[in-house]
Nanobody, 120 residues
Framework: VQLQASGGGLVQPGGSLRLSCAAS????????MGWHRQAPGKQRELVAT???????NYVDYAKGRFTISRDNDKRTVYLQMYSLKPEDTAVYYC???????????????WGKGTLVTVSS
């Protein structure tokens, strides 16, 4: 069971980027999914989450600039980012609460992260 994030890269200030994260393996159920980020020298912080039904929740700095969405058939969560700023530079991690593998109870799984660099 794994989460594979992609879509990171170098973007200029004011630019946009779309991250994707797909869950794969023996998965029985996918519950809430989300994105966190960790900037250099800082702790990992929440960006946004989304329920199975598609209800999003954002932290203040993400409201109005970031959009989280998901495709349940593809077991994939997306993060569309607009108006990027240098302070958005970070490794972005996806996570999902899933019933998977040999476990019959839900637990949190994490992807390895994808680097987003906002710089001119």
């Amino acid at each position: 069971v794994q989460l594979q994030a992609s879509g990171g890269g170098l973007v200029q200030p004011g630019g946009s980027l779309r991250l994707s994260c797909a869950a794969s393996g023996h998965i029985i159920e996918v519950n809430d999914m989300g994105w966190h980020r960790q900037a250099p020298g800082k702790q990992r912080e929440l960006v946004a989450t989304i329920t199975t039904g598609g209800s999003p929740n954002y932290v203040d700095y993400a409201k109005g600039r970031f959009t989280i969405s998901r495709d349940n058939d593809k077991r994939t969560v997306y993060l569309q980012m607009y108006s990027l700023k240098p302070e958005d530079t970070a490794v972005y991690y996806c996570n999902a609460n899933m019933v998977a593998g040999a476990r019959l109870y839900p637990m949190d799984y994490w992807g390895k992260g994808t680097l987003v660099t906002v710089s001119s």
